[in-house]
């Protein structure tokens, strides 16, 4: 049966005892998915046995039918063990439905975590050569309490639930006075505490009572909490336990299958020994101890040192083992568990480590983070597409930012298998490059795997930790959100996962993200994308893609250019390269006087066809601008581009004037004026859009032209040359003011 080995391993790591009812009922209903029988679940259940009752397990067992929306599967189990400390089994493949936790998987580090109970050598457990039973009592007592201290403890038992529990016990007598009839006894435990059953042991309250009962309410000092674990060979235990440093008063090994370990927590009050046990229990999970749960309270019994046990003995094994005190202990335990670096002093800067060299020439350097922002069909796909060509082949991207060569993994989470390859060869052939580092480009198909990044992340970083991967690239980003987009919280915990990845795996992370709705003309370049701000400020580089409204004129130079392109190949292809000049190649109406003269009517009526073709194709193209922020670099120019399927291309100067598509237009633009409105209400807007930028900008009632120039996303020279005919503001050197009522200057 799948997982069967496997999940007889996590159940071993998960007392049912710490578990809800609910929680126990899921256990069975995994088990029972998985096709194993009931027998596995009694059996794991009678751990429990305060809880377990007999023949329950299989009336309940025939009550699970499984299916439904959201079956309780064998993952379920894997994620109760992983949370009470289990590593997982070597070998072991997760589903996509598994979540990692608690170590689980290479590459991950979980926080308190100290000991990998898998690699915990067994220490021998040493049991005294000559046997002092009441010797073995008075060093236990010694350790644990004042001689004024009462001590409660329980020689007999009574069957219940098909096993002997402790009866009620005595505590009216102070450690002292056991002490002194200890010395007395003539080595005959039975004189001072009562005989016992001799299979059943004896037990012993750890912490004082009050002399009137051993209830909780009964407890004067809050000083220990016992820490029992049953699922580990005792040598094992013992050896976590000291490798954890617990700051044990004592260790007993219970004469069955446990060594208690009576841990000071030194705790004032009960609410805070609850805190600190808490806090102990946790502790000893995430090291591999499963940790009996009902030993919580303060006035738990503990196995009596000194008394036999079936054929074994109640055995003192060490007394003051680990830390000295509580406080020791948690400084120790969280200092060796802490993940974070240290920080770092010098006196010059001789050994100050180089940067790291560039990815993207002056936008992004090895290991660090990078987002595209755009809107819809601004072809942000088909720009990681070339990224991840540009990076491969080592070439240029977009036209305008060379790559240093590298290893790429791209996820594709979006698109069919099929069509992501086809994409990949359409881009290949659009860009004129021969696939000849492809085999750098590895392509994770996702599609249709659920998986959010929280629980992707640790998975990427076990599958790609030796891959040596330059980029990864991650498209598109919302199939893997975690969380409201719209708050700073919770974004910023999903951008943590991209340091993670580009920590662990030393390569950078690539996404894209898209913009917020309405225009975005008005905003800056990094104020466009969706969500929250921490989208866009958290990563080292953010390019963002705003959309251009071409005239009719520049669709008319479009024309133009590829009418001579066509015309051009034309007279080419019939030996007439030598019929036109470089100046007549600018010209559509000079190429086709020289066609007429040329070729005959056939290949005109050919190149009538498919100049319109390639007109209807400039048509569909679409005009992009690409601004940057950057951490590790000085701002670039904006970049023009044109989307031309399924490629970008650099624009040759057509663009440059033109402004971004949104609230506020161009007013040079005819395009922009057919479509927005008479030539009036544009100036209302160009001095709505000054006046939010200038309110916006102001800074302890300072304004400068630059600071409006980065809000509107403007060159300096443009926002001068608009408050100049605006006539509301005052402009000396960079500063800027709004003039007043009825000046004239």
Avoid at 241 to 258: D, F, H, R, T, W
Wanted: net charge negative; proline share 5%.
């Amino acid at each position: 049966m799948e997982h069967e080995n496997e999940l007889k391993e996590a159940l071993d790591f998960v007392s049912p005892s710490a578990l809800t009812y609910d929680e126990w009922l899921m256990v069975g209903m995994a088990l029972k998915d998985a096709g194993l029988p009931v027998t596995i679940w009694e059996q794991w259940s009678t751990r429990d046995a305060g809880r377990y009752h007999k023949g329950e397990c299989v009336r309940k067992w025939e009550s699970f039918h499984g299916g439904g929306a959201s079956p309780v599967t064998a993952s379920s189990i894997f994620q109760l063990a992983y949370s009470h400390g289990w590593s997982g089994p070597a070998g072991h493949a997760l589903d996509w439905n598994d979540e990692l936790s608690a170590g689980a998987g290479a590459g991950t580090q979980t926080e308190g975590r100290l000991v990998d109970p898998r690699w915990v050598e067994a220490h021998e457990l040493t049991l005294p050569a000559e046997w002092h039973p009441a010797d073995q009592l008075k060093r236990y007592l010694q350790a644990l309490f004042e001689p004024d201290e009462y001590v409660a403890y329980v020689t007999e038992s009574f069957m219940a639930a098909d096993r002997r529990r402790p009866a009620k016990g005595s505590w009216t007598r102070t450690a002292g006075q056991l002490i002194t009839e200890l010395d007395a006894c003539g080595g005959d435990l039975g004189k001072v505490v009562g005989d016992c059953d001799p299979e059943v042991g004896a037990w012993i309250c750890f912490n004082p009572v009050d002399g009137t009962g051993r209830k909780d309410a009964n407890i004067t000092a809050y000083r220990y909490a016992l820490v029992e674990c049953d699922n580990m060979e005792l040598g094992k235990q013992q050896a976590i336990i000291k490798q954890l440093e617990l700051p044990c008063a004592a260790l007993v090994y219970s004469g069955g299958k446990s060594v208690h370990a009576i841990v000071k927590v030194d705790a004032p009050d009960y609410a805070e020994y609850r805190r600190r046990v808490d806090y102990l229990y946790a502790s000893c999970q995430k090291n591999g101890l499963t940790i009996d749960q009902q030993n919580r309270n303060p006035s738990r019994l503990s196995r009596m040192p000194g008394i036999p046990r079936g054929d074994k003995r109640q055995v003192l094994l060490e007394t003051n083992v680990g830390k000295s005190c509580w406080d020791e202990w948690r400084d120790w335990l969280e200092s060796e568990t802490d993940d974070l670096p240290d920080w770092h002093t010098s006196n010059d800067f001789s050994n100050i480590r180089p940067l790291r060299e560039p990815l993207i020439e002056n936008v992004l350097r090895k290991g660090h983070k990078m987002m595209i922002a755009g809107p819809s069909k601004a072809g942000k796909s088909f720009a990681l597409i070339e990224l991840c060509i540009a990076i491969a082949e080592g070439t240029t991207w977009l036209g305008h930012f060379n790559c240093a060569q590298g290893k790429v993994l791209y996820l594709n989470l979006e698109l069919d298998p099929d069509s992501c390859m086809h994409r990949f060869q359409d881009v290949y052939n659009a860009l004129g490059l021969p696939p000849t580092h492809f085999n750098q480009i590895a392509i994770w198909d996702l599609r249709g795997i659920p998986v959010q990044l929280d629980k992707l992340a640790p998975k990427l970083i076990r599958r790609a930790k030796k891959q040596g991967f330059t980029a990864i690239i991650f498209d598109p980003i919302y199939k893997v959100l975690t969380g409201d987009e719209n708050s700073a919280e919770q974004m910023a915990k999903f951008c943590g996962q991209f340091d993670k990845v580009c920590h662990e795996l030393d390569c950078a992370v690539i996404y894209a993200h898209h913009h917020s709705k309405g225009a975005q003309g008005g905003k800056r370049s990094m104020d466009r994308a969706s969500g929250s701000g921490v989208f866009a400020r958290d990563p080292d580089a953010m390019l963002d893609m705003t959309e251009l409204v071409p005239t009719d004129a520049i669709r008319e130079q479009l024309h133009n250019k590829a009418a001579c392109r066509v015309i051009k190949a034309m007279l080419d292809k019939r030996g007439h390269a030598d019929a036109y000049g470089l100046d007549d190649t600018l010209s559509r109406h000079r190429m086709l006087t020289i066609a007429k003269e040329k070729l005959g009517l056939a290949d005109l009526r050919a190149i009538d066809a498919e100049v319109a073709a390639a007109e209807k194709k400039a048509d569909g193209m679409t005009a992009w601008r690409i601004e940057g922020t950057l951490r590790e670099f000085a701002r670039f120019d904006p970049v023009n581009l044109w989307f031309d399927y399924p490629v970008h291309k650099p624009d040759s100067g057509l663009l440059e004037d033109l402004q971004p598509d949104g609230e506020f237009r161009s007013m040079a633009s005819r395009g922009a004026e057919k479509r927005w409105g008479n030539r009036e209400k544009l100036a209302k807007d160009k001095s709505s859009e000054l006046s939010t930028a200038f309110e916006a900008c102001m800074m302890d009632g300072k304004v400068t032209i630059y600071s409006m120039a980065e809000y509107m996303s403007l060159k300096p020279d443009t926002v001068r040359r608009r408050l100049k005919a605006d006539g509301g503001y005052w402009i000396d050197g960079s500063d800027v003011g709004r003039k007043e009522p009825g000046s004239s200057g």
